[in-house]
């Protein structure tokens, strides 16, 4: 069974602090430096701030051009053998979320691997590592919630209930 | 004898409104409207004293008529008198 | 960076250097001293502007998200300095620089391009005249979209007196050194870096720096920046009467809660938003709902803003002030000095010493929304009366005369900030003895704001209670200035936020000297000591007093506004009081070893912060105490 995780944040609640990435670069490389993180942040405009990191594709764009089969999905996520990569960068040019690139010194890829460090690092608790699951339940509960004050106030300023 | 009670920072939310007119018995004391006033709110009780009760979180204030409860000579045993005003606020800083 | 001959010097920070002054405005104070003759006109090309960070920017250090600029102030003509946050500061850090010095004029507009060890002068013809977030868009366009941009705006090239610099709409606004950038025809500093942020010790660095984090999570300050910035002060100030109201006529307003914190977070907050590393998250992202200015709007109006821009023209009109706050920051001006120019003016008006035939047929009155943004407009410009207000309300008065220097607000040149002196004396006393002119934060005196009395135990003992903890007591508040002044100079060298952060190192002390002494050690192996670390900031503070020496200052310009010192408060707990200034100077400049009536400082002084060249130079002036 897949219980598929992806680690987001909800663009108006993430501030755009990026403690996220100074957490990711610190845990995996004991340094801060942005471009080590494998989470990276957007803020775009007034109000949008978006962390991204690898969505584990079901069926991967970044592994079907990899040369070496460095990249392979096993169980829920995608899994980066860094002995196999070359550092050609297809991996890159594929991803359409930009959450795959190159390591400024190694020259090889690097990428999320949902290991969870950034997490208590978040200070609005907007980042999370959810099943998709929760989040599209959280989307519909959001969605039923906004009925119901809606049919509340209805339901009191009808006369008759034979009405209904 | 009444009294005019106004809410700030986040009590404002806590309590729903800027401010409000509480009836209180003469010969009330500070503290006994701060009791009287969390007896109808678990979450304002919760957020204005220390969790063994008694006194108020080091961070809160209360004013009566611009003056600190600190620094009134009876501090929070000071009787209220017809049309006082208390403040209370999460003692923020800085500016 | 010579922008007259177009040249850069990049060299290796000076261990010196970092062990005496550590960053921030310690760098800019020494390089001032060393490179700005007195008497230099602040627009002329010899006046240097300095951007500088410290030795935790960029590490991830809890709060460290600041950048420093500092030049010789237009507006004042002494020191000069403002700090901003946002991600420039460490973005400085990953391109590998400490600090960038500018001398010299540009021949043509031009912006720097800082690009880890490439450092270039662009033209700027694409974005002179732009505003600061449209300057800020194109810069990223043409060099990537990761790209930190600093600038000045259409006012700082104007060289309005108090243009500031902005970036991501946060702002180093004070003392005019927006108007230094734009007298060098510099409008822009645009970075990117990539480089690791080294550091002597990394593991124990992260392993401590986690172990603050820890406390600004629990911490109650944090908490009440994030759910409402610094707007949440508003009414608690305007309960005390220290709120300026018209002109500080007053210190209370009836009409408050329109314009604060509470409001804006019920009404109009649309989310928190962050600098680099920020716990705080106090920017506040805005919608106006309805009504001419609805739209939505990058930033909330700071509390100085709401004061500035409302209150203290009687504006409650939280609409007019939103929009006219970003008016100021894309025309990249003070709030502070815009809106206690335009103070000035109005009660000028008010008593008939300025007329229509002065204003060019406009009427100024208190709470006339559409004057303010027509004065905002036309000082940003140069516009008629606004060419008079854009030099600021000092030198402005001077030209009308007739007693309008009278209703002057300020100290040494700039407008006194949020702070009636008279309902909380501490901050009197903190804005005469600003080495920048009128200014609370650098002293920055809180433990009597809100009644502090546990930490002022903590901190120095329960003798001090308890008037220290008495914002109306004159007892004890020379030493909480001039401790906080040094507490304060450290905070701004190692660029650690001083409102959100407020909290650890100004109340409870959990982010002391002695941890900031560990940080620093961590960070980049100098072995200073918590002692060590408060000398820095004592040298600074006495630094930048020695510039200001040289510049002509001393204790006669120690002032306050007579408003503060003779007219009593009219109401609210303050009433009747004044600011016994005399009193408070003569303790002041006792605990400081400075000399009591000229104010200069003894060479004995100077030499015990390992100033001695300072002395020596201060002596051929005739500059020491006799």
New interface residues.
Partial sequence: MVVKKILYADPLECCGCRNCEIACSVAKEGIMNPHKSRIRVVREGPVIDMPIACRQCADPPCAKPCPTNALVKENDLVVLYEENCIGCGLCVEECPFGAIFIHPDKGTAIKCDQCGECLDFCPTGALKLVSTEAVAHEKRIDLAQTRVKVIEEWLLNSKDMAEK | MKVNVVYLTTFREIVGRRSETVELPDGSTLMDLLETLAERSQKFRKELFNPEGGEIRSYNKVALNGIYAEYLNEKFATKLREGDKILIAQGVSGG | MDLGREKTVSQPLSSDMAKKFLGGNGFVTKILWDEVKPGLDPFDPENRLIFAIGPLS???WPQAGRFEVGAKSPLTGIYGDASCCG?WASELK?AGYDAIVFQGRASKPVYLWVDDDKVELKDAKDVWGKTTSETEKILREQHG?DVQVASCGPAGENLVRFAGILHQRRAAARSGIGAVMGSKKLKAVAVHG??????AD??GF?KFSREI?ELY?RD??IE?????G?P??V???N???RWPVKNFQTGYTPHA?EIG??RI??EYR????????????C?K?LMVKQGPYRR????QPE??SLSALGARNWIHNLDVIIYANELCDEYGMDTISTGGTISWAIECYEKGIITKEDTGGLILSWGNTETLIELINKIAKREGFGNLLAEGSLRASKKIGKGSEKYVMHVKGMEI???DGRAQKSMGLAHATSSRGAD?LKA?P?LD??????YIVARYGREYL?EM??RLDIKHKPFEVKDGEELCALCDSLLLC???G?SLPL?TGAVYYPEMAKAVKLATGMNIDASGMRTIGERIVNLQRAFNIREGISRKDDTLPSRFTEEPAPE??PKGHVVELEQLLDEYYKLRGWDKETGLIPRKKLEALDLKDVADSLEAMGKLPR
């Avoid at chain 3, 600098?275 to 998250?281: K, L, T, Y």
């Avoid at chain 3, 939505?296 to 930033?299: F, T, V």
Wanted: proline fraction near 5%; hydrophobic fraction near 40%.
């Fill in positions: 960029g590490t991830g991600h990953f979209k990539s480089k690791d942020v080294a550091l990394p593991e992260y984090i999570k109650k300050f009440s920046r994030a759910k409402y610094t949440i002060l009414e608690l100030m309960e005390i009467a809660k914190g509470e977070r019920e649309i989310k928190d938003r962050a600098s680099f590393g920020c716990w705080a998250r920017e992202p939505i709007y990058a930033k509390y100085e900030a949020a702070q609370h920055f809180l704001e809100v009644v502090m009395n546990e308890p903890a008495n001083k409102s959100a407020t109340f609210g707990p």
